[in-house]
């Protein structure tokens, strides 16, 4: 059975930075992708960004240039840098892993969430 444990969320001002980090363990599939999605009260889900197995980066628009995620294959935990943090970010983050089927990676994992609160 595959678990993940995220950490790294807290209090941090506007402007500030944060470190997510998603540990996955078990067994999986070669392909494969990690990232992370956030839910804020009101707001729809959203895919905040993601890295396949094969290094394949993707980030929402209201992240770009602020957040970095990267993947260690061998400790099977990605990182999201998270940098010059905005209230709009508040949110719980959750990570997923997901396996590729049908053309694209499906989210079958989940982390526990971890809240992130940007004060302003």
């Known amino acids: 059975q595959v678990q993940l444990v995220e950490s790294g969320g807290g209090l941090v001002q506007a402007g500030g930075s944060l470190r997510l980090s998603c540990a996955r363990s078990?067994?999986?599939?070669?392909?494969?992708?990690m990232g992370w999605y956030r839910q804020a009260p009101g707001k729809q889900r959203e895919l905040v960004a993601s890295?396949?197995?094969?290094?394949?980066?993707n980030y929402a628009d209201s992240v770009k240039g602020r957040f970095i995620i990267s993947r260690d294959n061998v400790k099977n935990t990605v990182y999201l840098q998270m940098e010059s943090l905005k209230a709009d970010d508040t949110g719980v983050y959750y990570c997923?892993?997901?396996?590729?089927?049908?053309?694209?990676?499906?989210?079958?994992?989940w982390g526990q969430g971890t809240q992130v609160t940007v004060s302003s």
């Open positions: 997923y892993s997901a396996t590729f089927s049908d053309g694209a990676y499906r989210p079958n994992y």
């Open positions: 078990g067994s999986f599939f070669r392909s494969n992708s």
């Open positions: 890295v396949t197995s094969g290094g394949i980066i």
